[in-house]
């Protein structure tokens, strides 16, 4: 990896690199991505953290997703809002699950939807018979 060639990957590098993983599918690159990010001290970053579930959802991963979020000490709505629409994107019933989802984040109260977390949650609806 980039490591080897002298380049430290910090949490801004790490963050874009896992995204790009997200966006292309690329889950080999993802995953050791991740490890590098628990090597070196970065699992609790609240961004890294985000970009992680995403990535893991997007790859059809949400239980990798939510084993990252779950391990994640701070939510954000990036964070709720990522493993929301992952299980509305992995279908097969998984959708009632970002619902529940959902309905925990606004139980915390401390975490405000936006518009990307209404349409997962627009989604989950129109797909329940």
Same mark, same amino acid.
């Given at each position: ?18 995204? %790009? $993983? ?14 590098? %990010? ?11 953290? $985000? ?25 954000? %709505? ?33 975490? %405000?939807?936006? $518009? ?8 989950? $609806?129109?797909?329940?018979?």
């Amino acid at each position: 990896m980039l490591v080897s060639s002298g380049f430290v990957p910090d949490r801004f590098t790490l963050n874009s690199l896992i995204s %790009v $993983c997200a966006e292309i599918q690329f889950l080999s690159l993802g995953k050791e991505l991740h490890s590098w %990010v628990i090597r070196s001290g970065l699992a609790f970053d609240l961004c890294v953290g $985000c970009s992680l579930v995403d990535m893991y959802a997007k790859c059809g991963l949400v239980h990798e997703s939510r084993k990252v979020f779950d391990g994640m000490p701070v939510h954000n %709505v990036m964070s709720w809002t990522a493993l929301i629409n992952g299980y509305v994107r992995g279908g097969g019933g998984q959708e009632r699950e970002g619902l529940r989802l959902f309905g925990d984040m606004l139980l915390q109260g401390c975490v %405000v939807p936006n $518009c990307f977390t209404f349409s997962g949650v627009l989604k989950a $609806c129109a797909s329940l018979p």
